[in-house]
């Protein structure tokens, strides 16, 4: 627009890099339709010229996923190079390989996210395993940690009802932030919208 009355941002404030497609999870909802790493992928020295030309442009930070970015063996090498070039790198995980190692060099990024849908039964409504006591581990390391924490929550149809008790117990872990992510009809996760999505009402409601 040339109108100057309407404030315009120079860059993106944010950036999602799907750092690799592998992950040995696999939830059924994914929107990546995630599992093994995908021919083509970044290599190191790729994802650093990336790096360099969103650092040019001046965005503020990158948040680093996947598939599940602990999977990939230069996530740190890369979250390094993101700091050096001025960029905030944050994480998302599912909390499956965060080992104690692991833990100590996470003070990288500038908030690490872990992925519950729900606590109790409404975990698994979307990942058909039980894995919230490592979610809930992760969480409670990265806090003893001193590493900024947060939710990444996924909302659909049949966790909805269980949003209070998350925030309930975000509140007693003490975590930043729980952010809100839509069911996407995409990859793996197109088998499951139509039945999954949020209704109307829900909408409304939340």
Not at 78 to 101: H, W
Request: hydrophobic letters at 35%; charged letters at 25%; glycine letters at 10%.
């Amino acid at each position: 627009t040339d109108d100057e009355s309407v404030g315009r941002l120079s860059a993106p404030t944010e950036v999602h890099f799907a750092i690799t497609n592998k992950c040995s999870v696999g939830c059924p909802h994914c929107y990546m339709n995630a599992g093994q790493q995908d021919e083509g992928e970044l290599d190191t020295a790729s994802f650093k010229r990336a790096l360099d030309v969103l650092a040019k442009m001046k965005v503020f930070h990158i948040a680093l996923g996947g598939g599940e970015a602990l999977e990939r063996p230069d996530l740190f090498e890369i979250a390094e190079y993101a700091r050096q070039k001025g960029l905030v790198p944050n994480l998302t995980t599912s909390g499956s390989k965060l080992t104690a190692d692991v833990v100590k060099q996470m003070k990288i990024f500038g908030q690490v996210n872990v992925s519950i849908d729900g606590v109790g039964n409404s975990y698994g409504v979307f990942r058909n395993k039980d894995m919230f006591p490592i979610a809930d581990s992760a969480i409670d390391a990265l806090i003893e940690a001193g590493v900024p924490a947060g939710i990444n929550c996924v909302i659909g149809r049949h966790n909805f009802d269980g949003i209070a008790g998350l925030f309930e117990y975000a509140a007693k872990k003490r975590v930043n932030e729980i952010e809100f992510l839509r069911l996407k009809p995409s990859g793996r996760g197109m088998e499951k919208y139509t039945d999954e999505r949020t209704t109307y009402e829900q909408n409304i409601s939340l």
